[in-house]
DNA sequence: ACCTGAACACCGTTCAAGT
DNA sequence: ACCTGAACACCGTTCAAGT
């Protein structure tokens, strides 16, 4: 539906080729290592001076932040795509399963940085307000059709949810990932 | 009930002695900085040097599961205490509240190490199977009597609880930490 | 304006010397 | 048998010099 507004610095060729090139190096240390991404590594994957990493993202948090806006943006439209569903249950509950499914990827990190109170004002946390908003539009919709207990906040879901994925890191089966997912879906059912 | 069963190493009464300061000092500085120990501090804040600290614990992980042993026992005797509950929903309620209070205590540390693989034949994990097969007692009991679901696992309730004290540590808020539990509740009744 | 990497700081870990 | 802390290694972070 509505396309990223993400506001994009004004940035120098070069610069913005090695800040996404930085990027891509990132998402793949996380996808490999978990939580434990060496900086000085990234930067090297990315073919870049670690001065470079730094001046792009003065913190860690900032890298990590970046790193999982994209897939924030596209669990949106997700969310977004979704609202069209005719059965109101499932479209919530393939969109939590889709959000689990997600930071199984990134590890418990994607986990820790959704669940993580963002910078104020940083486009993480405007990206998250918006793709929680869109999912609290299929969440109000399963209210309405009577399937989720009225008091069900999507807060407290989507941190169920990623709660999991930090809780199984050491140990990930995906047996019993399943049947904690449907544990949670189950108390929310009304 | 039963004691703890716990075989202490032999050690000369000096060594004991700086073994159990480095415990005590692990177990404060885990209370307060969460999962950040530093184990210089440690071993500066129990007055040893910091080889006596690795002589005694040879990696992280052997230091972080005895500062985590103790209530682990403590959780196994408060389940076989409730055991003699009449009441077996409310019993099994009552302990995994226990369990979750005692995660946020130690931080998302003490609910990482709880979820984590241990060490096969390690002190924990035994202690830890035992509390298990003591929370199991509860459960069985809560499933026997209709108010449990039977295909609920105990291991994956447990991981579900540590998995809100993790998603919550960056922004502990206690309401929505009841509520995330009474989901988690909600989910396991029949 | 941006990039680089040497330099510094911090902390984890080992080990030779001491009791 | 145990303790100590200096020494080393690793990695995060800064900044002076260069393009």
Redesign the pocket.
């Known amino acids: 539906m509505s396309q990223a507004p993400v506001v994009k610095a004004l ?2 060729a ?2 913005q080729r ?1 800040y996404d090139l930085i990027l891509v190096a990132a998402r793949a240390a996380i996808a490999e290592r978990g939580a434990h ?4 590594d990234v930067a090297r994957d990315a ?6 990493l ?3 993202f ?3 948090q900032d890298l990590l932040e970046e790193a999982f806006l994209e897939e924030t943006l596209l669990l949106r439209d997700r969310a977004e795509a979704l609202v069209d569903s005719p059965e109101a249950w499932e479209a919530l509950v393939a969109w939590l399963r889709l959000q689990m499914e997600f930071a199984s990827r990134g590890r418990s990190l994607g986990a820790s940085v959704m669940a993580a109170k963002h910078v104020e004002g940083s486009d993480l946390q405007v990206a998250y307000s918006a793709m929680r908003d869109a999912g609290d539009i299929l969440l109000h919709r399963a209210q309405a059709s009577g399937d989720v207990k009225d008091d069900v906040d999507m807060i407290d879901v989507l941190r169920l949810v990623y709660g999991i994925v930090m809780a199984c890191e050491q140990a990930p089966e995906p047996d019993r990932i399943t049947r904690m997912f449907e544990l949670v879906i189950a108390g929310i059912r009304a």
Not at 47 to 52: N, S, W
């Open positions: 940035r120098r070069d610069a090695n991404i060496v900086l000085e073919g870049v001076g670690i001065g470079t730094y001046r792009h003065p913190t860690r």
